[in-house]
């Protein structure tokens, strides 16, 4: 990667404070990116559709490494993501086909990102209850899974549930 070309790069923000450092990004000439999803909240009087960001606590933003300092000055900004200290850009192609499933208006939701190796529970169908770890995983025809590898996150678009809940790391 040449430095001097902007990249794309996940900061971590604080969390409900999303569209303000998109926001104040934009206003200082930056390119981001911020996709929700629409949800719905109850409460015990009403029922109510929201948009919520889609991988809260981050904000994509394409900006050359050498002038990062204007970014991390925006409030509410905590990083750029990196390993250690070291921001890492995100791949151009994982970028665009984010951008792509979020544009397309298909059924988005957040998606664990499945690796070799993670531990798995069944909830549902035959085998519920059920615990594993994943040794191979394969794209089913039902649904696209696209991953921000630097992020350790996915999205999934889909017709139906899901059987798997990848457990977290204690």
């Known amino acids: 990667m040449q430095s001097s070309l ?10 409900r404070r999303e569209k303000f450092v998109t926001t104040i990004l934009r206003r200082k000439g930056f390119e981001t990116f911020l996709p929700f999803i629409t949800t719905r ?9 929201i948009d919520e960001p889609l991988f809260p606590g981050y904000v ?17 900004v905590v990083s ?7 921001p890492i850009p995100i791949d151009d192609n994982e970028m665009e086909s984010l951008q792509c499933v979020v544009l397309s208006g298909l059924p ?24 594993g770890i994943i040794l191979e995983h394969e794209a089913h025809r039902n649904k696209l899974i ?11 678009v889909t017709i139906r549930p899901d059987w798997v809940r990848v457990e977290r790391y204690i």
């Open 80 to 86: 750029i993501i990196g390993v250690g200290k070291t």
């Open 108 to 131: 988005t939701r957040p998606w664990d990102n499945f690796e070799v190796g993670r531990r798995v529970t069944i909830e549902q169908g035959p085998l519920k209850g059920s615990r």
């Open 6 to 15: 902007p990249s794309w790069f996940a900061l971590s923000a604080r969390q």
């Open 146 to 156: 696209v991953s921000i590898s630097l992020l350790r996150r996915s999205v999934a």
């Open 41 to 49: 909240r109850r409460w015990s009087d009403r029922s109510k559709r």
């Open 60 to 76: 994509f933003c394409r900006f050359n490494l050498q002038n990062r300092l204007p970014v991390l000055d925006v409030p509410g």
